[in-house]
């Protein structure tokens, strides 16, 4: 059985494939969406739900940007559960304060909002937080939360009833050119035949291309999250990150002082072995979700990082938190991981094959927050438009 009048099929509906198909649906091509699964579970679902341009580059900052109007954009129409609260970076020390400044003009300069937050205003805005920890924050208030285990899957029913095909359940085993069609065999023996193929797969490198995967510069990283119980009458608004993220993003990165903080940094501290930084972000239900840590394998080796979670990672991620926000309560409800893709030497891989099958995947953390712009990008560099 075959399909002939796709204009595109999107392998992969997780938040990098999905966006892909927005996109090339608001240009009026006739999309089909392929997922695995009954429902998205890699990295889309298994992260905080924050989004979060503030903690990225200049690039990809801007991709960030337009991600945030076009979630709000949706959201007005159809619930995804949006929730624009802002984030803000809690800086633990002079030198993350420094850092903060010296963002705050990066991003006047590039007309994003941020406002610096005294001591405090940082005490007063967040309940719980140690006022032997914070020395300033800043804060952006145009940034959102999702819920990351739904959204996706309402962002699906959203595109569903504008016209797009979604399978489920289906597994692609093949996509090979015949001359300007490209046919795509699913493991259900269906195949479709479509003009172009973009392949979004995340971290799942085995049943296409294994041998370009292999040799390519794409590692994977093994992120360690948790989440609380419901917190009893307590609010934290929006996203927190904290000193160790402003050490790690790459926004702070373009800082003048940021090299020679780094080279004072402990290079054989726990934090450094885990790839540890605090992230604090509650959820509809009330609880918090915190986290997180970074393990890396290329991605030939990605079965050495185990499906084991590390309770050494945990309790450290628990003990620094603790120091952090004092919560109602700190008792542990879920404990997962997630697997993302990333590359070593670029900011996310892409090959084009045969002229109409175009691999775009390797990411990294910046799929919630980039997705959304990048593919509106990448579309129209694909289709010419």
Known sequence: MADIDYDLVVVGGGVLGTFHAYHAMKKGLKVALLEKDSMPKSATVRNFGQVVPSGMNTKWQEYGRKS????????????????????IYLASNEEEVQLIEELREINRINEYTSILFT??????????????????????????????????????????????????????????????????????????????????????FKTLYPQ???????????????????????????????????RRYEAFAECPSYLKIKSKELLESPEKKWGVHILFKQAMDGSVILGDSHEYADAENIDDLGFD???????????????????PTYEINQRWFGMYSQCKNSDIFERTIDRNIHIVTGIGGKGMTGSAGFAKHNINQIFNI
């Open 68 to 87: 945030l109007k076009i979630y709000k954009k949706i959201h007005a129409k159809f619930n995804i559960t949006v929730r624009q609260e802002g984030s």
């Open 119 to 204: 001591k405090a205003e940082c005490l007063s805005r967040y309940p719980g937080l140690n006022e032997n920890y914070v020395k300033a924050g800043l804060f952006f208030p145009e940034e959102i939360t999702v819920e990351p285990r739904t959204m996706i899957g309402r962002i699906h029913k959203y595109l569903q009833k504008k016209g797009l095909s979604i399978f489920y359940q289906s597994k692609v085993i093949e996509c090979y050119a015949l001359g300007n069609e490209v046919s795509t065999q699913l493991a259900n023996g269906r195949m479709l035949l479509s003009s172009k193929v973009i392949i979004c797969n995340g971290s799942d």
């Open 212 to 246: 370009l995967f292999a040799t390519s510069d794409l590692e994977i990283s093994k992120l360690q999250m948790m989440q609380t119980k419901p917190q009893e009458n307590y609010k934290i608004p929006g996203s927190v990150l904290t000193g160790l993220s402003i």
């Open 309 to 327: 979670l590390n309770m050494e990672i945990d309790n450290l991620m628990i003990k620094k938190a603790k120091e952090i926000f004092e919560l």
